[in-house]
């Protein structure tokens, strides 16, 4: 009987270059924005990155206002942060059909390009990536450090929009931090499309 | 080129019994 059940697996621990923080953000208007944002833990092995993903809950079971933010380790999910600031996201905006049929796949493919480091030797340029859940329609975005990096920030926006699967004649648009935080009225100006 | 984990292979992870 012991010769017939298969040996026990030792797992390698396979290690990307990168360790990898996943932030919570659950929005309580009774506390600051900084308050409500949470270390949920980190990871710098594949198998590690599976046991978080597969304990926790997909983003379309999330209620209205929460985010997840995946960062590298060292930098905050935050516009302020050193490695944010000169920085900007690739924004993917979903319709309120697509929490059902879009949401959880595009995310999880999305975190597969992060920890993958999918981005080839403009991986270094990636600062993470943040999925907004809100009833007017849900947000992903991948952020870069460098908005003015336009060989970096246009090389991770094609890859990103192939990995996705988005039609060709679908566009989605890099913003910078700055003018998203400055805009004046609802939508902020494109630096680059694709 | 800098080292890549194919989604294919990161995919392969995700139901071992250290994943879950």
Not at chain 1, 1 to 9: G, L
Not at chain 1, 30 to 39: G, I, P
Not at chain 1, 155 to 184: F, N, W
Not at chain 2, 1 to 20: N, V
Request: net charge positive; aromatic share 12%.
């Amino acid at each position: 009987q012991r010769a017939a059940s298969p040996p026990r697996q030792r797992f390698l621990r396979w290690r990307p270059p990168n360790r990898w923080s996943l932030w919570f953000f659950k929005n309580d208007k009774s506390k600051t924005w900084q308050a409500n944002l949470r270390l949920i833990s980190k990871f710098d092995t594949v198998e590690d990155f599976w046991a978080l993903y597969n304990h926790i809950q997909l983003s379309s079971n999330l209620m209205s206002g929460c985010d997840y933010s995946l960062f590298k380790d060292g930098i905050e999910p935050m516009w302020e942060d050193e490695r944010n600031k000169r920085g900007g996201r690739w924004l993917l905006t979903l319709n309120k059909q697509q929490r059902r049929s879009d949401l959880d796949r595009f995310w999880l493919e999305t975190l597969l390009c992060l920890v993958g480091e999918a981005f080839d030797d403009h991986s270094d340029d990636v600062c993470g990536a943040v999925v907004n859940i809100r009833t007017k329609g849900d947000k992903i975005a991948v952020w870069t450090a460098d908005y003015d990096n336009r060989e970096a920030v246009t090389h991770i926006g094609r890859v990103y929009k192939e990995r996705l699967g988005l039609p060709m004649k679908m566009t989605i648009g890099y913003q910078s931090h700055t003018d998203t935080a400055t805009k004046s009225g609802s939508t902020t100006k494109n630096k680059f499309v694709v | 080129g800098k080292r890549q984990y194919d989604r294919d292979f990161l995919l392969g992870f995700q139901f071992m019994p250290a994943c879950i």
